[in-house]
Each structure stands twice: as structure tokens, then as C-alpha cells.
């Protein structure tokens, strides 16, 4: 009898992926109506061996879409970056292309949805099939100390890929929770366009969030 072939562990990213199939019908009408967008999943980017792995939501439709680099080219990253310059884990303050030279430092940027979802929001189902690649790439990053989640969906899909229940961790904003022994998650109110304008989330309280995860990572 002939041997079985060895199983492969998941991909962290998978640029060809279309096992959404409302999500990848949704990225070949853009790239039918806008040739120049990225329009395809959108890879994590960052350094090899981060001590701070940020979860967004998803790409932004004129954003991370477009321009196929995370939080890159939208209003969200204008917060964003220029935080993560002011506390040293960027080399730039703003994002406008992939391009542009911009690196990361000690950090890397990974989405719960690798595709943009109509509206900007996912469907239960999309976000626990794309969760196998965040739950692949929380496990190939034993480097990471702290977990960054933008809003409420990342906080989820952590825990889900951390194999953690949901209800034993309640969002809020600036509250820690232990993943592990050496790993913990840290919530944050997305930097979105509403939660900015709104003052849901001020830059104040951005910035003290990315502090207290610093801290926490030992830089």
C-alpha cells in the first residue's frame, strides 16, 4: 500500500484564494470596473519576527484594495501609521502606496478578512473560513508578545484562531487579555473614518492604546 501523502499545515496567505465565494465574486466586479486595483486577497505585511501583530477588520474598498498593502492609501492608515511612526514601528508616518517605501518595525499588519466584503462587512461565515489563515500565522509568529485588535470582529477572530471561547473575553477598548503565557490581546476601537469623526475614538486614546502595547512587547 503506498504511503499517504504528509499533511500540509495551512497557509498564513493565499493570493488565489476564492473559498468566499460572495467575496470573490465581489473582487472580479472591481477589477472589471477599476483594471488598476489590487482587487484580490491582501497579504499581511510586516517584519518576519513581529513582537506586535495588528488584526484590522478587512481591506478598505479604496484602500488596502486598491492599493494591495494593508491600511494603506484609505483614511483609516492615516492614523494608523502615524502612529506607529511616532512610536518607532514605522519608518514613515504615511501610507500611499505599496510602493512607497514604507517599512515596519517590530510589527506586522494582518486583517480578519483577507478580501474586501460588500459594505465592509463580512458574513459570519466568511470571517470563520478565513480565520484558518490568521490562526496559521498567530502559530508560525512565536515572536509575537501582543496582539493589537482593531475593533470588535478582530478581537473575535483572535480569539477563534487562538482557540479561545468568545464569551470569556469581552471587548472594550484599551482592555488586555491573556492569550498565553508570554501573549496577550489588546482591544482598540478601529481607526475608522465613523469611529474618528464620531470621537468614538480619538487620537489621544489611539495612541495610548499602541503605547500600552509597546510596553507590553518590551519596547
Not at 492599493?67 to 501609521?81: E, H, K, S, V, W
Not at 514601528?89 to 515596519?104: F, H, M, Q, Y
Not at 478601529?190 to 500600552?212: E, G, I
Request: charged share 15%; glycine share 8%.
Amino acid at each position: 500500500m503506498a504511503a499517504s501523502a504528509p499533511v500540509r499545515p495551512t497557509q498564513i496567505f493565499d493570493v488565489g484564494c476564492v473559498r468566499c465565494p460572495r467575496l470573490a465574486g465581489h473582487l472580479r466586479q472591481i477589477r472589471e470596473g477599476e483594471p488598476s486595483y489590487w482587487a484580490l486577497p491582501v497579504a499581511p505585511f510586516g517584519v518576519a519576527a513581529p513582537r506586535i501583530l495588528i488584526v484590522g477588520l478587512a481591506p478598505g474598498r479604496h484602500g488596502a484594495n486598491r492599493t494591495g498593502r494593508p491600511f494603506t492609501g484609505d483614511f483609516a492608515g492615516i492614523l494608523l501609521y502615524s502612529t506607529l511612526y511616532e512610536f518607532g514601528l514605522a519608518t514613515r508616518p504615511v501610507s500611499v502606496s505599496a510602493e512607497d517605501g514604507l517599512k515596519l518595525r517590530n510589527a506586522r499588519i494582518t486583517n480578519a478578512v483577507k478580501c474586501l466584503p460588500p459594505a465592509n462587512k463580512p458574513m459570519p461565515v466568511e470571517i470563520r473560513t478565513c480565520n484558518r489563515y490568521l490562526a496559521a500565522e498567530l502559530a508560525s509568529l512565536p515572536s509575537v508578545r501582543v496582539v493589537l485588535a482593531l475593533g470588535r470582529i478582530a478581537h473575535e477572530a483572535v480569539l477563534l484562531a487562538s482557540g479561545l471561547p468568545r464569551g470569556a473575553f469581552v471587548f472594550a477598548h484599551g482592555r488586555e487579555h491573556a492569550l498565553a503565557a508570554t501573549r496577550c490581546l489588546i482591544d482598540s476601537y478601529h481607526c475608522s473614518r465613523y469611529n474618528t469623526q464620531t470621537r468614538r475614538l480619538t487620537t489621544p486614546m489611539f495612541k495610548s492604546v499602541v503605547a500600552q502595547a509597546c510596553a507590553l512587547a518590551g519596547l
